[in-house]
């Protein structure tokens, strides 16, 4: 009986001790989640989680200003290319300022040598002519006889390019005159000369032109 009361007497003190360890455990957690929950929990850190971010590292994220960006506007113009000697180009074509026709043709008959040759550009070993053909006034003036429209180009007596049109009545305007621009890119030997044009009529894609008028026109490489 004595050996049993002894051993009673350790057990309860046994038990009371681990209840008084498990209160202090969970009074210490409490005060962790108040820590947390105030947002002053201690700066030191030990553990396995020593390195995670704790909520006070990202008070400051609602602070960041983040630039407005503004709209770029279309860069200048450059108005030296625009309307060169009268005759609109591919810079005023691309800045959505295309020209009317540059060249007049009120009274002029088709076919015939009415507007001079006119060099475009200028390259080291070559040149871009342009020849402006009047080829019809109206379509109800049109006989109806398809042909071709031929421009040749010649450098020192020479055929460098050549350029046809297929001309129709379904490609005649109604009530206006109709205007083709050929443009020819001629290589060429010196420095200075001159450019032929020859325009024609030809009755086939194939066939050989029979010559309408001629146009030279002088050329300056470095120009």
């Not at 060169?84 to 002029?108: C, F, H, Q, W």
């Not at 297929?166 to 050929?182: E, K």
């Not at 890119?185 to 010559?211: C, D, L, W």
Request: with cysteine; aromatic share 8%; net charge negative.
């Amino acid at each position: 009986m004595t050996g049993l009361w002894s051993f009673c007497r350790s057990s309860r003190w046994l038990f009371a001790g681990l209840v008084v360890v498990g209160s202090l455990g969970m009074a210490r957690a409490a005060d962790d989640d108040d820590e947390i929950l105030n947002g002053s929990s201690s700066t030191k850190k030990k553990g396995a989680n020593s390195d995670v971010p704790d909520a006070s590292s990202f008070k400051d994220e609602d602070d960041v200003v983040i630039p407005t960006l503004k709209p770029v506007g279309p860069g200048p113009v450059d108005k030296s290319e625009e309307n060169l000697d009268g005759y609109s180009n591919a810079s005023a074509v691309m800045a959505g300022k295309a020209s009317k026709l540059p060249i007049e043709t009120a009274g002029r008959e088709p076919l015939v040598d009415n507007y001079p040759a006119r060099i475009l550009y200028v390259d080291n070993e070559s040149v871009v002519v342009e020849m402006p053909v009047l080829y019809a006034r109206t379509r109800a003036e049109f006989d109806g006889i398809a042909f071709w429209l031929v421009a040749e180009a010649y450098a020192d007596g020479k055929r460098t390019s050549e350029s046809r049109m297929y001309v129709s009545r379904d490609g005649i305007a109604n009530l206006t005159p109709s205007v083709h621009f050929f443009q020819l890119s001629v290589p060429v030997t010196g420095s200075s000369g001159k450019i032929e044009v020859r325009v024609g009529k030809a009755a086939s894609g194939a066939a050989r032109a029979t010559p309408l008028f001629t146009r030279t026109v002088d050329f300056k490489l470095g120009t």
